[in-house]
């Protein structure tokens, strides 16, 4: 049983025992700064009787600096590159400027509204003040789990009503806004393909650039969707869908026809950039001098099958959008596939696995932005059924 031994330091007095090992590890608790061996001891036992009642000690004097520091450590290790990137922006463009300086276990609700009211006030818009304070509540659940905190503050804060959240668009296309788009970008086949499989597919955009020949079976008219691009450095690699939404899904037969006449048209083609995956599935070109004939062939590429970052495809979006081309946002895609199923009647569970949701409330809250027809639609079928 651990027990507080008191030792000088200087002319201060030190409190001291040991807990729990970590990875086989010895562990101890200490604190200086006491004026008589009696006051130590008397600070030691609470410590100790805290670490019994809660599992682990509270250090007392950590900087919300500071512990965002181990925040974004573990961010890093654990997060995919650009969810640690965004993590890594916010907190220090916002956080650390504004509220670093504060003890973390001294961060309350009042303090949290107080931040919201600033962010407001430099200018920032009601979604990115959201996102901020999304990081900044993981990193008090995180703190939590450290045990640097018992107890996460802004478990159930949320941004004061003042600052406005602007009111739902549908973000969605009407059908002859993608026949516009379809009609201007058929001579590009970059973004011809982005448009074909977000709006057929409700493919997210990194899923549609990791998407190979070999994900698409002609015979059962379906593509499976088990990848998605990422860029960690600068190096490109294979990962996980969002949420590890792997899954097959069916296809039209308006894509089905596109895809078979892409594949025929690529086929007739010689390869002029060739990619390997490694082990740790980073995509790696091959030279011409290499012998390894395996290769990696991208449905949404130009011609010589080169990989397409999302960078790239938001870049030459901007680009045909100044020459005057009709502008589209690739998630819009997304978005507009979702809500023309769940208006057709399509059942609610198969849109969540199709689009690949995390859960039936991501469907739901998203993409219930109906047009004002079909609530009109649906409010006289409530008005026969009484």
């Known amino acids: 049983m651990a027990k507080v031994n008191a030792r000088k330091r200087g002319n201060k007095w030190q409190y001291y025992f040991e807990c729990d090992k970590?990875?086989?590890?010895r562990q101890r608790i200490c604190k200086s700064g006491f004026n008589t061996?009696?006051?130590?001891?008397?600070?030691g036992l609470q410590a100790l009787n805290q670490y019994k009642?809660?599992?682990?000690?509270?250090p007392k004097g950590v900087t919300v600096a500071e512990f965002s520091d181990a925040f974004l450590e573990y961010c890093e290790e654990t997060y995919k590159w650009t969810t640690f990137k965004s993590y890594e922006s916010a907190i220090n463009a916002y956080v650390k400027p504004e509220l670093g300086r504060y003890k973390i276990e001294n961060v309350d609700v009042l303090m949290a509204e107080k931040f919201c009211q600033n962010l407001k006030t430099r200018g920032l818009a009601y979604g990115t003040i959201d996102k901020i304070i999304t990081v900044f509540k993981s990193m008090f659940t995180y703190a939590v789990k450290k045990g640097t905190i018992k107890i996460n503050p802004l478990?159930?804060?949320?941004?004061?009503?003042?600052?406005?959240?602007?009111?739902?668009s549908s973000e969605s296309y009407t059908d002859k806004q993608i026949q516009e788009f379809l009609t201007a970008y058929k001579d590009?086949?970059?973004l011809y393909a982005i448009i074909?499989?977000?709006?057929?597919?409700?493919?997210?955009?990194?899923?549609?650039?990791?998407?190979?020949w070999d994900d698409v079976d002609f015979q059962n008219k379906t593509i499976c969707v088990s990848n998605q691009i990422a860029n960690k450095k600068g190096i490109l690699y294979f990962s996980l869908p969002k949420y590890n939404s792997v899954r097959t899904i069916s296809i039209d037969d308006k894509m089905y026809e596109y895809l078979l006449e892409l594949k025929q048209r690529k086929d007739s083609y010689p390869l002029q950039c060739r990619y390997r995956v490694n082990l740790d599935k980073s995509i790696e070109e091959i030279t011409d001098t290499d012998t390894d004939t395996q290769y990696v062939n991208f449905v949404v590429s130009k011609i010589n099958s080169s990989v397409t970052t999302t960078k790239q495809v938001h870049n030459k979006i901007d680009v045909y959008k100044h020459k005057g081309y009709p502008y589209f946002r690739s998630h819009w895609l997304r978005h507009t596939h979702c809500t023309k199923l769940m208006t057709n009647g399509i059942d609610l569970k198969y849109i969540q696995v199709r689009l690949g949701?995390?859960?039936?409330?991501?469907?739901?809250?998203?993409?219930?932005?109906?047009?004002?027809?079909?609530?009109?639609?649906?409010?006289?079928?409530?008005?026969?059924?009484?």
């Open 357 to 386: 949701h995390k859960n039936m409330s991501t469907t739901l809250d998203i993409y219930t932005h109906l047009t004002d027809n079909v609530c009109k639609s649906e409010t006289d079928k409530i008005n026969k059924l009484f």
């Open 155 to 168: 478990r159930h804060f949320e941004i004061p009503k003042n600052i406005i959240k602007p009111q739902s």
């Open 22 to 25: 970590i990875d086989g590890k």
């Open 37 to 43: 061996k009696k006051e130590a001891l008397d600070a």
């Open 188 to 190: 590009e086949p970059v």
């Open 196 to 212: 074909m499989l977000g709006y057929h597919c409700g493919l997210r955009l990194s899923e549609s650039l990791a998407l190979t």
């Open 53 to 58: 009642n809660y599992g682990t000690f509270v």
